[in-house]
């Protein structure tokens, strides 16, 4: 199956009570043969109205980011845990990620990314370890079946509190010296 057909076939996703509220499904955005992945929790209002993930002023932010260590959408791959978008935004429940869950796992497969950013906790308790303490282990590295695995604070709450983008900064570069190490077409170098 092409991520094309995986995308097609998300969009009549009922597997959960989100269908009901959802505008749209968010699947993903950029380069289908990413080196680098970055997973959300979910999409906010912005991103259900036009179906595109981190479009709104976290997504602005998150491009920002990226743009400083040579990474976008044009040579990365951003998703969600979940396709639809919680109510009020509020965290996706286990029940919605669960049913969201193989659409992410065969994303993964698909593009075969060779690391994976978790933007916030939500992300890295379901893709790194469910006790994940994202104050305590934001920037540290982790490898299973031949990929990296890091989170950083998810671009909302750096907005919401400007004291931890310090430390998002250092894991953007962390995550910078990673792509040079394992990457083999991903250019982390912002003038190269």
């Known amino acids: 199956m092409s991520l094309e057909a995986l995308q097609e076939e998300c969009r009549s ?8 509220t959802r505008q749209n499904v ?3 955005v950029g380069d289908a043969n990413a080196e680098v992945l970055f997973v959300g929790e979910g999409p906010g209002q912005h991103e259900d ?17 990226l743009s400083i260590i ?20 509020r965290d996706p429940l286990g029940v919605e990620q669960q049913a969201c869950q ?27 370890r469910e006790d994940f303490r994202i104050t305590k282990e934001h920037g540290l590295w982790t490898q299973r ?9 998810h671009p909302s709450a750096l907005l919401r509190d400007v004291s931890k983008r310090p430390e998002a900064f250092a894991d953007l570069k962390l995550l910078q010296a990673k ?8 250019n982390p170098d912002p003038l190269a």
């Open 13 to 20: 996703c009922r597997k959960c009570p989100l269908c009901e």
């Open 26 to 28: 968010v699947f993903g």
């Open 49 to 65: 109205e036009t179906g595109i993930p981190f479009v709104g002023a976290a997504g602005q932010l998150l491009d920002r980011m």
């Open 70 to 89: 040579g990474l976008g959408r044009h040579n990365c791959y951003i998703a969600n845990t979940v396709k639809c978008r919680p109510p009020q935004n």
């Open 102 to 128: 193989p659409w992410l796992n065969e994303q993964i497969r698909l593009i075969g990314p060779k690391i994976i950013v978790c933007l916030g906790r939500i992300a890295a308790m379901e893709l790194i």
């Open 145 to 153: 079946d031949g990929v990296w695995y890091m989170a950083t604070y």
């Open 179 to 186: 792509v040079r190490e394992v990457c083999t077409h991903t």
